[in-house]
């Protein structure tokens, strides 16, 4: 409506009035925007016919504008037009005003936002130019994602689960995402994606997004060599099902469960054969969809033994196909450990003048050693920073494709990495600054050295700067020596672990975790209280959000390490044949481990339901089991067979033991009861 004043007003009563013809990602984009308004002004309100009297925004396209995804947002005395180049254009000129003026956070659905009420919004006249992103094809591989299948009932997850995600992504500006990995083809996942106006693109074990050779001929023999025609109509059936859809086509050739091909085709015994094998596959994948599709966007992913053989000059790669490198999955740009093996090959991008190049990029991982998967990236921040910045450097500013596992834990390094993508660099103490205010209402200042904190407390295991653990630390390596022990292997190494703790005896290994986590514990269980004082002073809305994002994880951190420490220590006690000691200390080690369990049941109230009952990855629970069953074999040293014997040598009265009758003194205490009894006696 026509005003006096230099702004531009919205309110309940404004209409939203797009093109004629809606297409499906502007309507997902003006359902948002609607249920925006709705949650700032109390009413929803969306209509067609246009009057005189309402407030009105305008969307148009221009498809002559240069830039892609642009927008040009005009704000005048008697309405607000937003033009976009393409139908990202009018999304992420829609989702612009939604965060500058409406107050929706990008994470409003992950931080559970409080909206701020408000009757109206002022928008000042004159003209909002969207900025250039730093990278083209910018986005989420939604990656060991086991709490996102396991939140809810259906399999595979519905809308309510992958469209707050894909409603995140958009909001951070990105505009490209795997939707999962290895999901049933009749998922809605990629569909939706697509709907919503985002590129689509695959795992690298996937190429194409074709399904797995064995999946469908689970008879025939995995080797492209011999049954290369049944492998070329997977691809084809892959090509003709999104050859409509916005496609970055990854081109590649692996083995079934994302291994080297050659393990199931052992003919391929040189890097001459297997480099030639690759070379061309990925040729004649690029052929099959340029017979679909009008110059396609295809990209290559240089990750794990493909980098190394494209290193070593083995592999040739087409003209105008985008190279993507990856890092270790600590953050670093070098090659990913292999086991034992950490050769720490370089993946930088070797430079524009070699083609467009980019990046896959872990602020989650999981690899069974030390990685965090249900706690943050273990890193400093400005690891993140300074290692994207000589990306962009190198010219890998065409492709980043980030690691995101189940968003909701790692929402601080996302937003760093969407910042990235967006603009090309971050002050780190700045953007936390933000972040923080973004979420708590008070205790600023307080929250932000938490946070600060929290990344120099990770345990280092290695010499290099990113060798620093996350949650998983405490329990794949855990899980390792428990059945170790108990298969009465204890003379031997286990070679499994000497990624962490070099080639040393099985009594040093066990000796060297408990050295690490020693050091661990004393820095998380100073952060710990610390996190428990601020979090008795936030307001309630503030603590529950707190809870959620920051201390459950550290939570996660100070039990994990309390826990391995006193596994170690019943293993010390055990070499001595102190069997009760032992057996106090394996029980202390699973209630230390339950802290962690109960705090992920703590975060799991309201609309979060579940959300961690999927946990397999890490799988705190099973590194209880592992406990138990370790406290069982450890009870049948001694108190076995009668179960009694410890109670009467360290807890019954001495009045008692030589006059107590069998019938009434022989019901065996519990573990649990007989533990803590020990424990007072050993004053442990």
């Known amino acids: 409506m026509k005003t006096d004043n230099p702004y531009y007003e919205i309110d309940s009563s404004t209409v939203v009035n797009g093109p004629v013809a809606l297409s499906k990602a502007v309507e997902h984009a003006l359902h948002m925007f609607q249920r925006d308004m709705d949650k700032v002004f109390n009413k929803q309100k969306m209509k067609t016919d246009i009057k005189d009297e309402v407030s009105l925004i305008e969307l148009h396209h221009d498809k002559q504008m240069c830039d892609e995804e642009a927008y040009i947002i005009t704000v005048k005395e008697d309405g607000l037009r937003i033009i976009g180049s393409d139908d990202l254009g009018l999304i992420y000129g829609l989702l612009h005003i939604s965060k500058t003026y409406l107050g929706i956070d990008p994470f409003w659905y992950w931080i559970d936002q409080r909206i701020k009420k408000r009757e109206s919004v002022h928008i000042p006249l004159g003209e909002i130019r969207s900025p250039k992103r730093k990278v083209r094809f910018r986005g989420w591989f939604v990656n060991d994602e086991v709490c996102l299948i396991g939140w809810k009932e259906p399999y595979p997850p519905t809308k309510e689960v992958w469209h707050p995600v894909f409603e995140a992504l958009l909001r951070s500006g990105g505009n490209m995402v795997i939707p999962g990995t290895d999901l049933p083809k009749e998922g809605i996942h990629f569909e939706l994606a697509s709907e919503m106006g985002l590129w689509i693109t695959h795992h690298h074990a996937e190429p194409l997004g074709a399904e797995m050779f064995k999946r469908v001929y689970p008879d025939e023999q995995a080797s492209y060599a011999t049954n290369h025609l049944l492998y070329e109509q997977l691809w084809e059936e892959a090509i003709e099902k999104q050859k409509e859809k916005k496609v970055v086509w990854v081109l590649s050739f692996r083995g079934q469960g994302d291994t080297p091909f050659w393990t199931q085709d052992p003919t391929f015994d040189t890097p001459s054969k297997r480099g030639e094998m690759i070379s061309r596959v990925i040729k004649k994948q690029l052929e099959m969809i340029q017979e679909h599709v009008d110059s396609p966007q295809c990209c290559v992913a240089l990750y794990g033994e493909i980098s190394e053989?494209?290193?070593?000059?083995?592999?040739?790669?087409?003209?105008?196909?985008?190279?993507?490198w990856a890092d270790n999955g600590y953050g670093k740009m070098v090659s990913r450990r292999n086991g034992n093996e950490d050769f720490r090959i370089s993946s930088m991008p070797e430079g524009k003048e070699y083609g467009e190049q980019g990046i896959y990029y872990h602020v989650t991982f999981h690899d069974l050693q030390a990685s965090?998967?249900?706690?943050?990236?273990?890193?400093?921040?400005?690891?993140?920073?300074?290692?994207?910045?000589?990306?962009?450097?190198?010219?890998?500013?065409?492709?980043?494709?980030?690691?995101?596992?189940?968003?909701?834990?790692?929402?601080?390094?996302?937003?760093?990495?969407?910042?990235?993508?967006?603009?090309?660099?971050?002050?780190?103490?700045?953007?936390?600054?933000?972040?923080?205010?973004?979420?708590?209402?008070?205790?600023?200042?307080?929250?932000?050295?938490?946070?600060?904190?929290?990344?120099?407390?990770?345990?280092?295991?290695?010499?290099?700067?990113?060798?620093?653990?996350?949650?998983?630390?405490?329990?794949?390596?855990?899980?390792?020596?428990?059945?170790?022990?108990?298969?009465?292997?204890?003379?031997?190494?286990?070679?499994?672990?000497?990624?962490?703790?070099?080639?040393?005896?099985?009594?040093?290994?066990?000796?060297?975790?408990?050295?690490?986590?020693?050091?661990?514990?004393?820095?998380?269980?100073?952060?710990?209280?610390?996190?428990?004082?601020?979090?008795?002073?936030?307001?309630?809305?503030?603590?529950?959000?707190?809870?959620?994002?920051?201390?459950?994880?550290?939570?996660?951190?100070?039990?994990?390490?309390?826990?391995?420490?006193?596994?170690?220590?019943?293993?010390?006690?055990?070499?001595?044949?102190?069997?009760?000691?032992?057996?106090?200390?394996?029980?202390?080690?699973?209630?230390y481990y339950e802290e962690g369990v109960q705090a992920l049941r703590q975060s799991e109230h309201g609309k979060w339901a579940n959300f961690y009952k999927a946990d397999w990855l890490t799988n705190v629970q099973w590194t209880i089991e592992s406990l138990q069953s370790l406290r069982r074999y450890l009870r049948m040293h001694g108190d076995s067979p009668h179960f009694f014997n410890w109670y009467k040598e360290f807890m019954m009265p001495d009045s008692e033991k030589h006059i107590y009758l069998e019938n009434t003194h022989r019901n065996p205490l519990s573990d649990d009861d007989l533990a803590k009894g020990l424990q007072e006696v050993f004053s442990m």
């Open 309 to 324: 053989l494209y290193r070593g000059g083995y592999i040739d790669l087409p003209q105008g196909v985008i190279k993507v």
């Open 372 to 591: 965090n998967h249900l706690t943050m990236f273990p890193n400093e921040p400005t690891l993140i920073v300074q290692e994207l910045e000589e990306v962009f450097a190198t010219g890998g500013d065409d492709y980043l494709l980030v690691n995101s596992g189940n968003i909701r834990m790692h929402l601080y390094p996302l937003d760093i990495v969407s910042d990235m993508w967006n603009v090309g660099n971050v002050e780190v103490n700045e953007h936390l600054q933000r972040f923080v205010q973004r979420l708590y209402s008070s205790h600023h200042h307080e929250i932000a050295q938490l946070y600060k904190s929290y990344f120099q407390c990770s345990v280092p295991f290695g010499e290099h700067v990113d060798n620093r653990a996350g949650e998983q630390f405490y329990h794949h390596p855990a899980r390792r020596i428990i059945g170790h022990w108990m298969q009465g292997k204890a003379t031997q190494s286990i070679e499994a672990l000497y990624w962490a703790t070099g080639e040393r005896s099985f009594d040093e290994q066990v000796c060297w975790f408990k050295e690490r986590c020693q050091i661990g514990y004393r820095n998380w269980t100073v952060l710990n209280e610390t996190s428990q004082v601020i979090f008795n002073e936030l307001s309630h809305e503030d603590r529950t959000r707190f809870f959620d994002q920051f201390h459950i994880q550290v939570i996660l951190h100070c039990s994990g390490n309390a826990g391995f420490i006193k596994l170690c220590e019943a293993y010390e006690f055990a070499r001595k044949d102190e069997f009760p000691k032992a057996f106090v200390s394996a029980s202390q080690a699973i209630w």
